[in-house]
C-alpha cells in the first residue's frame, strides 16, 4: 500500500478511533495478492453490514471477548446479526455452531501444539513429526499458513512420548479426517459407559476404545 493511499485513508478516517485506523491499515498492508484483496473486501463490507444491524450493547459485549476470533462469533451470534446472515445463508446457524465445536475441540484437554513442540516431546525432527502426521500415527489439524495444531492430550510429556495405544486406535480411526477423530476422542460414548474414550484410554483400556473406534460413525453407533 503506498504512502499516499495511507495519508488519504487516515484523512478519510478523521474522528474515527486511534484503534479503528490502526486495525484498518494493518489490514490492507497485508494485500498481497488478488485473492487476498477480494476476501479482505469482502469480509470488510459484511463487517459494515454486521456492525449496522447490532446495537451498541450488543457491539460493547462482542468486543469484551476474549479473543478477536470470539468478537466475530459472539456478534454473529446475535439475534439480530442472525436475522441479517439467514438472508443470504439459511444454513448461518449451522455453520455457527460447527465453528463453536469446533473451537472447543482445539481448546480441550490442554488445547494444541505446534509441530515443533511435538519434535521437542519426542526427541525427533520436525519432517518427522509430519510423516507421522501423514501415516495416520498422530492427529494433527491443518490451521492455513501455520501448519498443524497437534491436539496435546495426545502425548505423554514426562515420558516423551505418544498416549500408550493410540496409534492402535487412529488405525481403527483410518477413514475418519482428523476433525471426526479428535470428536471420537473427546465425546462420552455409550459404548464405553458414558466415558469418552480419551479417559478410558488413559486408563490403559485399549482394547476396548478400539472396539469403540471400529464402529464409530455407523448407523446407532455412539
Known sequence: MTATAIHQLTTAAHGAAPSVVAAVLRL???VDSPAEGAFVARAL????????ALDDTTLGDAAG???????????????AALAVLREDDPLVGARLRGL???????????????????ADILGITRQAVDKRRKAGRLIGLATG????????????PER????????????ALREHDPWMQVAFFLTPDVRLQG?????????GDVAAVRRAAEVYGEQGAA
Do not use: C, I, K, M
Open 45 to 52: 463490507n459484511a463487517l459494515a453490514r454486521l456492525t449496522e
Open 100 to 118: 463453536r465445536a469446533r473451537a472447543r475441540l482445539l481448546a480441550a484437554e490442554g488445547g494444541t501444539l505446534s509441530s515443533t513442540e511435538v
Open 195 to 203: 466415558e469418552t474414550p480419551l479417559a478410558v484410554l488413559r486408563r
Open 160 to 171: 516423551g512420548a505418544l498416549l500408550p495405544g493410540l496409534e492402535e486406535v487412529l488405525h
Open 65 to 79: 471477548a476474549r479473543s478477536d476470533y470470539e468478537v466475530l462469533l459472539d456478534a454473529l451470534d446475535a439475534p
Open 145 to 156: 499458513r501455520r501448519g498443524y495444531a497437534y491436539p496435546a492430550w495426545q502425548f505423554v
Open 28 to 30: 490492507l498492508q497485508q
